[in-house]
């Protein structure tokens, strides 16, 4: 909105031309998104406490010390997805259509995990939405996603062919089967932020840490000169998420200066699923598919432990570890949640580093 106000104007006043650099929006976004976030942030968790006072935000399956958390409010991912929003929609190209692709996927899944939060928090009891209903929406989510990018796109380089990290040449073409491979991506990564939300703090530390990767990302990637240095593909107009990314680090920061141990406060699926199926769209639209397994490695081994332990039991009738998602394997074996936190966080960054120095190493 701003950009779209004041941008015009550079022509009789030379100031405004700063409003066509996507380095300087995104950094204003980021700090609009943090300032939403502490501004609004006391606000909405007295408003959580008032409206869901008897909290059954806490898991069915998890260790006994949880319970003592029983009281802390959830549904805190409204405060992300407002922090994300409104930021975006004043300092991005509102002309772009992947701006409002990720935008709509983002508030879906966001609507999903809302659904699915209001039903245990208003019916104590009541495990909300079943996991093949989650799925269902999460998939329909994700179709109408891979169906408006392939309808819409603004680059050719939005093919069936997918680059391999570290290897300048390898770009397999998977044919009809990349339309299921980009659902998978944005499901599967929705899915995978909602298991690594168990902790606090835990997930959103690697969600900060993933979403300035992509930043980075995104802004090689809609920049030509840079596309073509480093061998990645070029997208047109993807360099316009990079403001979007600016949005979801600064709320995501902002979320966790009220979730940082001792929470104060818990995202719930509303905030989980979405930010795992924007992170999945931006992967997606960037054409890093692969690098977000690498980037986002925490995710990929919190969704593997319990695909593991599930199989595990079912074939063998015995449990690969105490209990999954693997940081509660971590808790039972005596680690105090901080450390398991940090090192986690730790981790993450690791991943990141290493899914970055891809973009050398080929």
């Not at 976030?37 to 006391?42: D, H, K, V």
């Not at 977000?292 to 015995?318: C, D, R, T």
């Given at each position: ?7 015009p104007l550079h022509e009789t006043y030379t100031i405004f031309n700063v409003f066509k650099y996507i380095t300087f929006r ?32 806490i898991r069915e399956y998890v260790p006994e010390t949880h319970h003592a958390k029983a009281k802390t409010p959830t549904m ?134 993933a979403t300035l990767a992509f930043l980075i990302l995104t802004y090689l990637s809609g920049h030509v000169k840079f596309a ?135």
């Amino acid at each position: 909105m701003l950009y779209h106000l004041l941008y015009p104007l550079h022509e009789t006043y030379t100031i405004f031309n700063v409003f066509k650099y996507i380095t300087f929006r995104t950094t204003y976004a980021t700090l609009t998104s943090l300032i939403f976030s502490f501004i609004l942030g006391p606000w909405l968790i007295a408003k959580l406490k008032q409206r869901y006072p008897a909290n059954g935000s806490i898991r069915e399956y998890v260790p006994e010390t949880h319970h003592a958390k029983a009281k802390t409010p959830t549904m805190g991912g409204i405060l992300i997805l407002i922090s994300i929003f409104v930021p975006t929609l004043l300092w991005a190209n509102l002309t772009n259509i992947y701006i409002w692709i990720v935008l709509g996927v983002t508030f879906c899944m966001g609507i999903i995990g809302l659904i699915d939060d209001h039903l245990k928090l208003k019916h104590i009891g009541q495990k909300g939405l079943t996991i093949t209903q989650k799925l269902i929406w999460q998939s329909l989510v994700g179709f109408t996603a891979v169906f408006l990018l392939m309808y819409f796109s603004l680059s050719d380089k939005l093919t069936t062919s997918v680059p391999v990290p570290f290897f300048k040449d390898i770009y397999p073409n998977l044919g009809w089967l990349y339309l299921l491979f980009w659902m998978l991506v944005i499901v599967g990564t929705s899915n995978a932020i909602n298991l690594t939300d168990g902790l606090d703090g835990l997930a959103i530390g690697p969600v900060i840490i993933a979403t300035l990767a992509f930043l980075i990302l995104t802004y090689l990637s809609g920049h030509v000169k840079f596309a073509q240095y480093l061998m990645i593909p070029h997208i047109k107009g993807s360099g316009e998420l990079t403001i979007f990314c600016g949005s979801m680090l600064g709320a995501s920061l902002g979320f966790l200066w009220f979730n940082a141990y001792p929470a104060q406060v818990f995202m719930g699926d509303i905030g989980s699923l979405a930010l795992g199926g924007a992170l999945g769209t931006i992967a997606v639209i960037s054409k890093h598919e692969l690098l977000l397994v690498i980037i986002g490695g925490v995710f990929v081994m919190e969704a593997m432990s319990v695909i593991i332990q599930v199989a595990s039991f079912k074939l063998s009738g015995k449990r690969v570890f105490r209990m999954a998602p693997i940081h509660h394997h971590f808790e039972l074996r005596g680690w105090a949640e901080p450390k398991i936190i940090v090192r986690f966080w730790i981790i993450a960054i690791i991943f990141a580093l290493i899914g970055l120095s891809a973009l050398k190493l080929r």
